[in-house]
């Protein structure tokens, strides 16, 4: 199915960086103290890949008060941890070491978290100058299109900011909400198993669904 590709939308936190362990035991932690308990697990399923603005609401609705300090601290949170440092995904830096061999296919990152974001997890993963396109460093955020996953609109502007029709576009993606939104932009979109099972992604309208980023390189190779 990579035959004709001619761009790879990767979704960042669980594709390339291995972020959603911690990202999520944190947003456990501060939903919990704002009086709702939730363990990383509960926030795995219930959250993973969904605009952290609706949390927000939902949290609120839960405790029955606004909490305007429940985001800020997360992140101030989560920024002082990538600052420890993180891995790549397994796997991820050979995919792009075998995407750059081919001279091909082109590639992108689109993800529902903000640029700032993105920008810290792929430093820290030392992964950041592999999306330097063109003198242009190719990340999309949905803060940018003011509209999140599962809505396609994302992986639309990314494909259209890069020129690429929707049938020549390849998404990898680990979560239900980012399947769906590839789904709907119409294009092809590859599954990560993880913590999201296998069977969810598939659901969900998956193309394909892998295990291991280590499957993509052999598919490439």
């Known amino acids: 199915m990579l035959d004709d590709a ?8 669980g594709v390339l960086v291995d972020t959603e362990p911690l990202t999520n035991r944190l947003l456990a ?26 949390i927000v609401l939902e949290v609120e609705r839960r405790v029955g008060r ?9 992140r101030a949170r989560m920024f002082a941890s990538f600052e420890a440092g993180i891995d790549p995904v397994v796997g991820a830096v050979e995919v792009l070491d075998t ?11 689109a993800s ?17 100058d592999r999306f330097d396109h063109d003198g242009a460093r190719r990340l999309y955020s949905a803060y940018d299109v003011g509209v999140w996953k599962p809505e ?19 998404v990898i993606e680990d979560s239900v909400t980012g399947i769906r939104a590839a789904v709907s932009a119409g294009m092809r979109v590859i599954g990560l198993a ?5 069977r969810d992604l598939a659901a969900s309208g998956a193309t394909t669904v892998i295990s291991s980023m280590h499957e993509l390189v052999a598919a490439l190779g």
């Open 66 to 74: 606004s909490l305007p300090d429940l985001l800020p601290e997360y």
């Open 152 to 170: 396609p609109d994302l992986f639309l502007h990314a494909a259209g900011d890069m020129g690429t029709a929707v049938d020549r576009c390849i």
């Open 29 to 54: 932690e501060v939903i919990t103290e704002a009086g709702w308990p939730v363990t990383t697990e509960d926030s795995i399923r219930m959250f993973k890949g969904h605009d952290l603005n609706e």
């Open 99 to 109: 995407l750059d061999a081919l001279g091909g296919p082109r590639r992108c990152v």
């Open 112 to 128: 529902n978290g903000p640029q700032n974001k993105m920008h810290a997890s792929l430093t820290a993963a030392g992964l950041i």
């Open 6 to 13: 001619e761009l790879i939308i990767f979704d960042c936190d």
């Open 194 to 198: 993880g913590l999201t099972p296998a």
